[in-house]
């Protein structure tokens, strides 16, 4: 079975490079930044190193753990049923001779429908976590949009790209204006925050 992991959240929207922010007019705060940041036509730019966001990340470390034990319990479950199944299957064989041709004909249509059955129930587990772990990537995903839009509030950056050494849209990023660090503190925080309040809502 393929490892089930969210090392697909790789390829979250994020690293196509582009934020827009929120051109509204803000009241000014007192924090300041010490980051410097580019610039185009005086349009302030920053960017974020996808690959290192994700690796340091802790809600993205908590939730690939988390879908690699779910992937590799279903493994085991499905293993131990297959196993239990074929195991029926030879015991069957073994009584073949001593059986009549009708009971071997509906011995072998319930082998078939348990085998059936085994197929449904596989298709709809791993259905159910690929869309558990797609509704943990969207997660992820806002929590950073979210995150990057309440930072942005202080920085006041106009673009906010993803960039990763990986590929993507931008070819060259200077380590002036990476912010990546400052970001995944920021949402580090946030989640250390957030998790310790859960108890207390649950």
Do not use: W
């Not at 009241?27 to 980051?35: D, I, L, P, S, V």
């Not at 479950?77 to 059986?99: C, K, N, P, V, Y």
């Not at 380590?175 to 660090?181: I, N, P, R, S």
Request: aromatic residues 8%; charged residues 30%; glycine residues 6%.
């Amino acid at each position: 079975m393929k490892k089930l992991s969210l090392i697909l959240c790789g390829g979250l929207a994020l690293s196509a490079g582009l934020f827009s922010c929120n051109k509204e007019n803000t009241k000014e705060t007192a924090a300041t930044t010490t980051t410097s940041a580019g610039s185009i036509d005086g349009k302030k730019i920053v960017f974020v190193n996808t690959d290192s966001l994700l690796t340091n990340y802790q809600f993205y470390k908590d939730a690939q753990k988390e879908f690699e034990n779910k992937g590799y319990r279903l493994q085991v479950d499905l293993g131990q049923r297959e196993r239990a199944l074929q195991t029926e299957g030879a015991a069957i064989q073994q009584r073949a001779q001593a059986m009549s041709q009708a009971e071997l004909q509906a011995a072998d249509l319930m082998l078939r429908k348990k085998a059936g059955e085994l197929q449904k129930y596989s298709q709809e587990k791993q259905a159910a976590l690929a869309q558990e772990q797609a509704k943990k990537q969207e997660e992820l995903y806002t929590n950073i949009r979210e995150y990057i839009k309440k930072h942005n509030a202080e920085n006041k950056f106009e673009f906010v790209l993803g960039y990763s050494k990986n590929g993507g849209g931008i070819l060259y990023a200077d380590d002036a204006v990476d912010v990546t660090k400052k970001i995944v503190d920021g949402l580090n925080a946030e989640y250390a925050e957030n998790k310790k309040s859960e108890p207390a809502k649950k």
